[in-house]
């Protein structure tokens, strides 16, 4: 940590972007300078196999806000932030992808709509888009999902372009593929005051995107993973157990009517079916099994929450008189 703390850390994780690397820094400094920030930029190198690194090296020389980082190989842009926001310093944290497509311009509003209006957390909204149909709308449809399941008012929620507070990049948890959901993952964190703004979006000047289908296919089930465990991590029973009780409850009450049916049969001495002969019962036999298997699941993994709760599940932002 340096002894002060400049305004603006701007986080930009990267993978074989060499060509656009210099002009990007240029279009930071020009803007920084411009409305009098001190700032430092962080290059995260994600296993380029260009020459981004060498790129990222020389812009340091005689330049102390340019600050790189390098893995070994490509472990993703979740690891990318993570390792960014960890050496980040500043007061208010921006990222930006390295393409050139996010404009640096963008970035006075950002910090004032953090330091002034109070929000946690800005995220961009690339309302006008320069991708083919092939990206939006799916990225349309996927945010769209996000927005309901989530209940965070947002259009863009994988814009890169996004400006925290420094106390909730420090106090959240960045991992696997879940950058897309820092919002989510702020809000649930106690971070509830998060803002849009609409950003211009660029045409790609350089490279390629490195974008894929997959990378919906494999957000949507992120989407559930980071749903399930953070409503739950702390209460495994609520959802084990609720699930569980309606199935066995479910299971038995078509078992006693059976019963009840064959019973109310013989005493009226009408013709008499035998429960064992009947698919019903073996569905309604299925279901009290499942619904014990989810109640003991559930009460495990409850013990296992309470064996392995630890202080730091629990966000202390500050102090005063300690």
Known sequence: MTENKPDISVVVPLKNEEESL????????????????TYEVILVDDGSTDASWVTIQELGIGNSCIKGLRFNRNYGKSAALHEGFAAADGKVVITMDADLQDSPDEIPELYRMITEDGYDLVSGWKKKRHDPIGKTIPSKFFNGVTRIMSGIPLHDFNCGLKAYRSVVIKNIKVYGEMHRYIPLIAKWNGFSRIGEKEVLHHARKYGRTKFGLERFIFGFLDLLSISFVTRFKRRPMHFFGTL????????AGVTGF????????LRLKLPVREIVDQPLFYIALLAVVVGVQLFLAGFLAEMMTITSNKNEDYLVIERSGL
């Open 258 to 265: 059976m019963a009840l049916e064959k019973w109310n049969n």
């Open 244 to 251: 569980g009780t309606l199935t066995f409850v479910f299971g």
């Open 22 to 37: 210099q002009e990007l820094c240029e279009w930071i400094q020009k803007v920084m300078q411009e409305n009098q920030f």
